[in-house]
Each structure stands twice: as structure tokens, then as C-alpha cells.
């Protein structure tokens, strides 16, 4: 009885429960660092070293002090900062040809010259200090409000933009009711957070007339000449175009009525893939991929009937699969001084890749020599049986992965002596051993290995010691990794 109660009581919630529909929107940005610098002390703790980048990581205005002594310090460099960005006009962002009249500081300025609709215009901003920058085009919004960024989210003195007015505002009814003026609206924000509470404003006049010009085909979602990973055999594809446009394609260099694939646009020119860039979007799905190059040939019409007489040809590159034809070491062996060796084929460039190594749950390991078809890295290990996975990635993110397996068994031998002699210039002696050890000596008596004067260079075949006036013996004790001692005496 319960348990139908219950379904009723869902049933009915379910059935009378009211939703509401959101829109999440997601962009993607450079992290950065929270705002001024309450939080610096906390890169400070006993025991825990500090470091440039974890002290910058704890706000923006943190900033090490003392570095590389014993007095190193994550301090705030501003705390008592209160005042807001002062903007200037960045004349050397502008583009070419075009001179302003500037109204002063944190007032803001106005283009001269009247701009073509679609023409790239760039505009931009000094600040007093590192700030960051957003812009509306409506006036009296909040910082925080404001939807888009000038510039570059980053806290920077200097920030710029390209500016492209769609043709909509030269239209005979936009142009009657903004008087030609096209107006940004922009705050700034300083690293301590102090933000502008005026507007300060870009004014660009548009000039009036028919857009004479066929579209201009800015960029793709992806490179150029690209590479795709094996067996991809269709990707996503935005184009991107400078104005509102109908775009077609084709694998032949036709014209555009010829083209029979179309791309989804934009219709509008208010309807930008990005303010921040000002291009319009074109989707479609590239079908048909094969291994080797995969050629197309874009076109498109603008809404004024302007044509593309030239195809904006874009390739992407098919690849094989990566694959790991070799991996060394492998068997039993009696060296401790161990390199881990891999060999990569195939994959997009041939076998050139980046690959890591790493033991049981621990994380991945960057070989230290990578990025190419041979990739190494050395490391000194204790006996017993080892099982390296190994996992490689080529710029396609074609992936290829392998094992190196081995077994060091101990090693009972003790070290050699190979080379002995006397820097009578330096008043150094110097010797050397066929295996990495340490070593350590006395100039009294022959000493346990752990009481003795280290000479230089732990865990290497080479060791040094100074010479003194009465140093006529020198009792050595050397160690390799498995503890095995090799003494002897020298006579300088």
C-alpha cells in the first residue's frame, strides 16, 4: 500500500509541477588569478615552499619577494589601492588611415573619418594599470553586467579589438535613428577590483551606402591543412565570414551555382558567431573523409547579391594510425642506471609524438626526450621487476599505447676504480669509478661509509677532493645504489 501511494504522490508531482526553460552559455577564457590579495599570506606556511607561480596564482596583486633567499615572501603589493582604471585612447591600435578626436581621459573618444560597413576597424585602450575591459552597447551598465570583453580578458595596460559594423546600421531607418553614430560603452576593472563607475565611450560614424563588395571568408573552426585522426571519416565545420552571407562548397574548384553542398548561415548581421571578433557562422558536416589530403573549395553570397569570383580552398589531412614498434629495455638485467627507450611509427608526421610513462596508479610521466620517434628518459632503480605503461599522442590525437617490462636483479659487484690523478693547478684530486656511486674520505683513518668527508658529485662515475699541505692520504669509500663498497687509498 505504500509503495502505490508513493507512485501515486509521484505521478501527481510530476504532472503538476511546473518547469521553466534556461540558457546556459558557456565561453571559454584564460584563467586568471581572483582579484587583489587577501589570500598571499597562505603561500607563506612553515614547510611549504612558495614559488612565483603559486604565490601569482593566489591573486592578482600577489607578488613574491626576496626570491631564492631564506626570506622569500608572497606579499600583497596594493592593498591599500582604491582607485579605479584611468582610460586613455590607444591611437597606435587604430587602424590606418584614421585619426580621432579625444574627448580626455576616462571620457572617451570619438573616430573622425566615416567607416564602411563590414570594414575591419581596430580600436583600442590605454589604461593607468593592468586592467581588464567589457563594453555594451547600451550606456549606464553595470561592470559586471556588461555581456562582452574588449579585448583580451587578462589584466593588461594596453587592450584592442577589431570592430566590423554590420549593414544593418547603414540602413536608411538605422542611420535616421542613431544620426550615424555607432556608440560602445565601456568599464574597466583593475586587478584589486576597483572598477569604473562612468562609461567611457568609442563613437564610429558609419558611412551610408550599398555594400559593392563580395564576402570575405575570415577564417575556419579548424586549421588549415589540419590533421585528422585515423578513421575519422566526418568532423563539424564552421566557416567564418565578415559579413551575413550564403555559403556553398565542393570537393572541384567550381563556381558557386555549381556548388552542391550548402552550409548553414547566419541571416542576420546582428546575429555574430562573437561580438568580440564580429564574424558571422556557417555550419555544416564534412562527410567522406579518407587517409591522404581532403580538399574543398568554399564560396559564398552576400545578402547583397555579391559573389565570390575566387574559391577559398581548405584541406584536411587524413592520417594513419600511431603505432609503437619498439620499447627497450626488457629481460633481466644487472644495471641499476636504467633508460627507458620508445619508438613511434606512422600517425600523422611520420611517428612524431609525445609520450609518457608511468608505474601502477601513479600519474603519467613526460619522457624527458620526446616529441619526435625516439623518446628516452634515464632513471636509477633498485632491483626487482618493473611494468612501465607506456601511452603516446600525435598532433592528430592518434594514440598508441605499449609496455616496457624488465627485471633488475641485484647486483653483488662492487665498483671499480678506473681513474686516479692529481690537478696540481687546482690542488684537486680526482678519480673516477665504472659505475655511479658515492664517495666519501678521511685523510686520518679509513672510515664507515656515512663518517667520512663527501667528495663531489653523489651518484655519478666522477669524484673530486681538495688537496691540502697535509693531506698525504686520502681513504676512500665508495657506494653504489645496492650498498655495495669499494676502499682503497691514494697517495697524492
Not at 558557456?26 to 586568471?32: A, F, L, R, S
Not at 596564482?57 to 626570506?71: K, W, Y
Not at 555544416?284 to 555579391?306: A, P, V
Not at 687546482?426 to 669509478?433: F, K, N, R, S, T
Amino acid at each position: 500500500i505504500a509503495a502505490w501511494l508513493y507512485t501515486i504522490y509521484a505521478a501527481i508531482d510530476i504532472f503538476t509541477t511546473k518547469y521553466k526553460t534556461y540558457k546556459v552559455a558557456t565561453v571559454c577564457n584564460p584563467w586568471i588569478a581572483p582579484l587583489g590579495g587577501n589570500d598571499c599570506e597562505r603561500c607563506n606556511e612553515k614547510f611549504k615552499p612558495c614559488s612565483e607561480y603559486k604565490c601569482r596564482s593566489l591573486g592578482q596583486t600577489c607578488r613574491l619577494i626576496n626570491p631564492g633567499t631564506d626570506e622569500e615572501k608572497c606579499i600583497n603589493m596594493h592593498p591599500n589601492d582604491v582607485n579605479s582604471p584611468m582610460i586613455t585612447p590607444n591611437e597606435k591600435a587604430l587602424t590606418k588611415g584614421y585619426k580621432i578626436k579625444n574627448f580626455g581621459t576616462n571620457i572617451g573618444y570619438e573616430i573622425i573619418q566615416k567607416v564602411d560597413p563590414y570594414s575591419p576597424l581596430s580600436i583600442g585602450i590605454n589604461t593607468n594599470e593592468p586592467s581588464t575591459c567589457k563594453y555594451s552597447m547600451n550606456a549606464s551598465m553595470k561592470f559586471d553586467e556588461m555581456p562582452f570583453v574588449f579585448g583580451s580578458p587578462l589584466f593588461l595596460y594596453n587592450q584592442t579589438m577589431v570592430l566590423t559594423l554590420p549593414l544593418e546600421l547603414a540602413s536608411e531607418q538605422a542611420l535616421k535613428e542613431s544620426h550615424g553614430i555607432y556608440t560602445l560603452y565601456l568599464k574597466c576593472m583593475d586587478a584589486s577590483g576597483n572598477k569604473n563607475n562612468k562609461d567611457y565611450f568609442i563613437k564610429v560614424k558609419i558611412r551610408p551606402g550599398k555594400d559593392l563588395t563580395p564576402p570575405i571568408i575570415e577564417a575556419g573552426s579548424l586549421k588549415n591543412n589540419a590533421y585528422l585522426a585515423n578513421n575519422v571519416k566526418q568532423t563539424d565545420f564552421s566557416l567564418f565570414t565578415n559579413e551575413p552571407s550564403t555559403c556553398r562548397y565542393s570537393s572541384n574548384d567550381v563556381s558557386y551555382e555549381n556548388m552542391k553542398n550548402d552550409f548553414t548561415c547566419s541571416e542576420s548581421g546582428f546575429q555574430t558567431a562573437s561580438l568580440f571578433y564580429n564574424v558571422y557562422e556557417c555550419r555544416t558536416t564534412l562527410k567522406d573523409l579518407k587517409e591522404g589530403t581532403n580538399s574543398f573549395y568554399f564560396r559564398c553570397i552576400d545578402t547583397s547579391g555579391n559573389i565570390n569570383q575566387e574559391s577559398f580552398k581548405f584541406s584536411l589531412i587524413g592520417t594513419k594510425a600511431l603505432a609503437i614498434n619498439q620499447t627497450l629495455p626488457a629481460g633481466e638485467l644487472m644495471d641499476n642506471n636504467i633508460t627507458l627507450e620508445v619508438f613511434t611509427m606512422d600517425g600523422a608526421e611520420n611517428g612524431k609524438a609525445v609520450c609518457g610513462y608511468k608505474l601502477g596508479s601513479s600519474p603519467f610521466i613526460e619522457f624527458k626526450n620526446t616529441n619526435s620517434n625516439h623518446h628516452t628518459e634515464e632513471v636509477t632503480l633498485s632491483s626487482g621487476t618493473y611494468n612501465y605503461q607506456i601511452t603516446c599522442t600525435d598532433i592528430a590525437t592518434n594514440e598508441a599505447k605499449s609496455e616496457i617490462n624488465f627485471k633488475i636483479a641485484k647486483d653483488v659487484k662492487s665498483p671499480t676504480l678506473m681513474f686516479v690523478y692529481k690537478d696540481e693547478k687546482a690542488a684537486l684530486l680526482h678519480i673516477e669509478l665504472d659505475e655511479l656511486t658515492t664517495c666519501e674520505y678521511s685523510t686520518i683513518a679509513s672510515v664507515k661509509f656515512g663518517d667520512g668527508t663527501k667528495m663531489t658529485n653523489d651518484n655519478s662515475k666522477v669524484h673530486e677532493a681538495s688537496i691540502s699541505e697535509n693531506s698525504r692520504k686520502f681513504f676512500i669509500t665508495c657506494q653504489d645504489v645496492f650498498k655495495n663498497e669499494f676502499k682503497f687509498i691514494v697517495y697524492p
